[in-house]
């Protein structure tokens, strides 16, 4: 159980294309899901909060008109890179937190990640 | 929040023991201490967690002195297919669900 999904696993785009990747929890629901970027050799970086129903909350120095958020039911949220450019090639990661289970504090499950390069 | 220390880099070979140490000096009373591992090119995976003494699961062995001010991950028996990097993160039992905050992690080579 509690199994992440994210769609697409890598994509290439063109720079100045809009690009929408997908992240589904799969068999429980998510009010909260969060989008995390990780460059090669570096660590997660937190950039939004994305709450079902609601306006997602970004990180200091994450553009909210460039990264979309939207997260239209309980098991899915996407994330919208607008405009991209080279320098938004990243790997993007999501994660949720199921919360019928509560043996682990804050237990976080996390999406396989999408590899996005812009050319 | 505690700010954790690792090491950046750790080398094994395989069949050895690998213990990796994370200091969270100004661990709060009410913090925990979670390891998560990160394969390439995969979103990370919960290891372990505790907040004191010892902890052992199927995977890891947690071990946290009585000070609490640091933590060590115990792999027993590495193979090749545990080389990854493993984050040490410390977070208050009462936060709900928040997002994790990683810091560098330990990027851990396990050799033949």
């Known amino acids: 159980g509690a199994v992440v999904s994210q769609h697409p696993s890598r994509v290439i785009c063109k720079s100045g294309t809009s690009v929408k990747i997908e992240c589904r929890s799969l068999?429980?629901?998510?009010?909260?899901m969060f989008w995390y970027r990780q460059f090669p050799k570096q660590s997660l970086m937190l950039m939004a909060t994305?709450?079902?129903?609601?306006?997602?909350?970004?990180e200091q120095g994450v553009e909210k008109d460039k990264f979309l958020i939207n997260h239209a039911s309980l098991t899915l949220s996407t994330l919208t890179v607008t405009s991209a450019h080279p320098e938004d090639s990243s790997f993007y990661i999501c994660?949720?937190?199921?919360?019928?289970?509560?043996?682990?504090?804050?237990?976080?499950?996390f999406g396989p990640g999408t590899r996005l390069t812009v050319l | 929040l505690a700010k954790t220390t690792q090491p950046i880099s750790m080398d094994s070979y395989e069949g050895q023991e690998v213990n990796i140490t994370c200091s969270h000096n100004?661990?709060?009373?009410?913090?925990?201490i979670t390891w998560y591992q990160q394969f390439p090119s995969q979103g990370p995976r919960f290891i372990i967690q505790?907040?004191?003494t010892k902890v052992t699961n199927e995977v890891a062995s947690l071990f946290i002195p009585a000070d609490r001010k640091s933590s060590t991950l115990s792999l027993p028996r590495v193979s090749l297919s545990d080389t990854a990097v493993y984050y040490c993160?410390?977070?208050?039992?009462?936060?709900?669900?928040?997002?994790?905050?990683f810091g560098k992690g330990t990027r851990l080579s396990v050799i033949a």
């Open positions: 994660s949720a937190r199921d919360p019928s289970r509560t043996r682990i504090y804050n237990e976080q499950f």
């Open positions: 068999d429980f629901q998510a009010t909260t």
């Open positions: 994305s709450n079902e129903g609601s306006k997602a909350t970004y």
């Open positions: 100004n661990i709060a009373t009410n913090d925990y």
């Open positions: 505790g907040y004191k």
């Open positions: 993160l410390v977070g208050d039992k009462n936060s709900g669900n928040t997002p994790l905050v």
